[in-house]
């Protein structure tokens, strides 16, 4: 069968699963690659643009100079998919797939948190990371709140790693000493992970930051600069960087196939989307418990792909 095979989404996980195809389908299949943007961002890069080290058109590069050249590029947002019918829409158009993979990512979706998106920053967009660098470049001191604003949200220990570039942006700065740095966070320790426990409790030790655990955001006060915990605790602060909780993309909640966010229940194994045995979804638009990271995208595009070259051949899955 020359199978027809389109990916949605040119991130992580939909570069890959594009380039694995290319290498591993049979030769007279057609491997479309679709994103809303025509571009691939490396959003890891979105850390350092609060601190004027990077602007995010320079973690950018196009889709076309990243695959092989069986791979064909539609720069266009995918608008409806019908998956009965197997066919993808855009504005106007319209491409029928035999095999279909979501690789759609997440979003920051400050609106779940009542004020969070009222001036709360936070470094998940490259907008969003562009106006904490203003902010930041007004600051002259007081105190600094960093933290998780609510889960799931990209990448676990980016939080963590932006206070400790935060203090050393500051101690360039020649403002560490007037300005208290303080860490939130709903866990009740520094972090998930065992073993980088005694890691970043030391760093935080000599940075000077004080944790506060325990801190599951419920409501965030613009007027008063004021985030309250579920608990009742208060913090205050001059400015706030709090990491929103994250949603499926618009396209994957519009599906309504998957979770209360949008999330896509998918089956751990072979990551088939349940119920859809020719739909594939891989990275943050999965409903699956491994972390929302560029690994874990990097390495389920690796298996969708092994299981859609499978499928076409008649041969088992890879579980
Ligand atoms: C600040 C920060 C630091 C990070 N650091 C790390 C790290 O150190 N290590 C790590 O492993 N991970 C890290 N991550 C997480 C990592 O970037 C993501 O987990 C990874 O990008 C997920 O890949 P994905 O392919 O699932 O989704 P994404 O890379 O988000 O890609 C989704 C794609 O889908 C496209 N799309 C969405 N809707 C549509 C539509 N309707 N039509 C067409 N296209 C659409 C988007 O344009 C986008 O290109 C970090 C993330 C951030 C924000």
């Not at 613009?222 to 309250?228: D, E, G, H």
């Not at 690994?295 to 076409?312: K, L, P, Y």
């Amino acid at each position: 069968m020359a199978a027809r095979i389109v990916i949605v989404g040119g991130g992580v996980g939909g570069l890959v699963v594009a380039n694995r195809l290319a290498l591993l389908a049979p030769d007279d299949g057609q491997i479309t690659l679709v994103d809303a943007t025509g571009w691939h961002t490396y959003q890891q890069g979105w850390l350092y643009v609060p601190f004027g080290e990077v602007m995010p058109k320079q973690l950018q590069k196009r889709l076309k100079s990243l695959v092989y050249d069986r791979v064909q590029v539609v720069a266009k947002p995918v608008m409806g998919i019908d998956l009965d019918n197997r066919t993808v829409y855009f504005n106007g158009e319209r491409l029928s797939y035999d095999f279909l993979v979501l690789a759609t990512g997440c979003e920051p979706n400050p609106a779940e948190v009542p004020g969070l998106a009222e001036g709360v920053h936070h470094f998940h967009s490259a907008d969003a990371a562009v106006r904490l660098r203003e902010a930041l470049a007004n600051f002259e001191g007081g105190r600094i709140v960093v933290g998780v604003g609510g889960l799931p949200y990209k990448c676990p220990p980016s939080p963590i790693e932006f206070v400790c570039l935060l203090h050393e942006h500051l101690v360039r700065r020649g403002l560490r000493e007037r300005t208290e740095l303080v860490y939130a966070t709903p866990l009740p320790r520094i972090f998930h992970i065992e073993p980088l426990v005694p890691i970043f409790e030391e760093r935080f030790e000599r940075f000077g930051i004080k944790l506060v655990p325990f801190f599951t955001l419920e409501t965030f006060e613009p007027s008063q600069r004021k985030a309250v915990s579920l608990d009742g605790t208060e913090l205050t602060a001059e400015v706030f960087v709090l990491v929103p909780p994250h949603a499926g993309s618009e396209i994957a909640r519009k599906l309504g196939i998957g979770d209360a966010k949008g999330f896509l229940p998918t089956d751990r194994h072979t990551l088939q989307v349940q119920g859809l045995e020719r739909v594939y979804a891989i990275g943050d638009a999965t409903n699956l418990t491994t972390p929302k990271a560029a690994t874990a995208a990097q390495r389920q595009a690796f298996i969708a792909a092994e299981n859609i070259v499978a499928q076409i051949a008649g041969k088992e899955l890879r579980r």
